[in-house]
Structures are given as C-alpha cells and as structure tokens.
Nanobody, 119 residues
Framework: QVQLQESGPDLVRPSQTLSLTCTVS??????????WTWIRQPPGKGPEWMGH???????YYSPSLKSRTSISRDTSKNQFTLQLSSVTPADTAVYYC???????????WGQGTQVTVSS
C-alpha cells in the first residue's frame, strides 16, 4: 500500500527557510510513471501547486514560487524534500505531498501538515 507522510516544523519565523520532508512507502520514488509533488492550501484559499520532481530527479516549479522553491530527494530513504526560502506570513498553509500519475491525476496524498509563518 502506498503511503505518503509529511514531516517538518509547524512554526517558521519570517525570512527563514521552510523545510518539509515527504516519506514515501509502498513504492520507490524512482519508479517510472510518477511525479512527486508539493501542493499547499492557504487558509480560505484553494490549493496551489508548488512543484514536482520526476523519477529522474528533474524538477519543475510554479513560476510564482520558482525563485524561492527547491525540491530534492534522498533515494536511500525514499524521501523528497521541499525547501521554501524567505518565508512570509503569506506562506502559512497546509502543505501536502502527493503522487501525480500518467493518467493526469493525483492518486495518493499525505495527510497534510499545517505550517504557520509567524514571529
């Protein structure tokens, strides 16, 4: 059974870097046909696609976040990580990791983790 689990701090200070890890079980993040994705949902707003990593390790980011976003992976731990730099209170959101498939759908999601940016 495929499972995704986000982990990281729930409070980040303004101007710092937010770092979240998604631990994947039940499938290798190097398996073909999947894109490993980060999505966030600020309070009262819709979900926002942040970026994803392909099975080959290539990354693609939202244009609005590209300058502050980095996605990396540790294949030995079957994890991929989001880093968002220079955070502001506007980055307060529930952050999700998810798997995107060749059928153009998200089939597995983490439970989401609330991150608050505040001094």
């Amino acid at each position: 059974q495929v499972q995704l689990q986000e982990s990281g701090p729930d409070l980040v200070r303004p101007s710092q870097t937010l770092s979240l890890t998604c631990t994947v079980s039940g499938v290798s993040i190097t398996s073909n046909g999947y894109w490993w994705t980060w999505i966030r949902q600020p309070p009262g707003k819709g979900p926002e696609w942040m970026g994803h990593m392909t099975v080959r390790g290539s990354t693609y980011y939202s244009p609005s976040l590209k300058s502050r976003t980095s996605i990396s992976r540790d294949t030995s731990k079957n994890q991929f990580t989001l880093q968002l730099s220079s955070v502001t209170p506007a980055d307060t959101a529930v952050y999700y990791c998810a798997r995107f498939t060749e059928t153009y759908s998200y089939d597995y999601w983490g439970q989401g983790t609330q991150v608050t940016v505040s001094s």
